[in-house]
Nanobody, 115 residues
């Protein structure tokens, strides 16, 4: 069955960096659309970045120039490189995938930005 497992979250200081990973299994990864979402306490879930059917990417305005989404099809993994982190980036980050058969979600990984 399809499984998405996020990793790489943690506690960082403002201005620091993290790289999130999402390892996929049980799906046609190389032809899937992959997205990162986040949800802060008391807020709605919002899209952060996406990579669509290979190499077309999109970003939310609040992360442009700071975050980069990428994928490694050989490893069935999508990444989110997060640089210059801000306090308001604190959230649970979720991996989302659609491979044409269904829409799937990971369990989330906590990112906390604090001084």
């Amino acid at each position: 069955q399809v499984q998405l497992v996020e990793s790489g979250g943690g506690l960082v200081q403002p201005g620091g960096s993290l790289r999130l990973s999402c390892a996929a299994s049980g799906m046609f990864f190389s032809r899937s659309a992959m997205n990162w979402y986040r949800q802060a306490p008391g807020k709605q879930r919002e899209v952060v970045a996406g990579i669509i059917y290979g190499d077309t990417t999109h970003y939310a305005d609040f992360v442009k120039g700071r975050f980069t989404i990428s994928r490694d099809n050989a490893k069935n993994t999508v990444y989110l490189q997060m640089n210059n982190l801000k306090l308001e980036d604190t959230a649970v980050y979720y991996c989302n995938a659609n491979d044409g058969r269904g829409d799937y979600w990971g369990q989330g990984t906590q990112v906390t930005v604090s001084s």
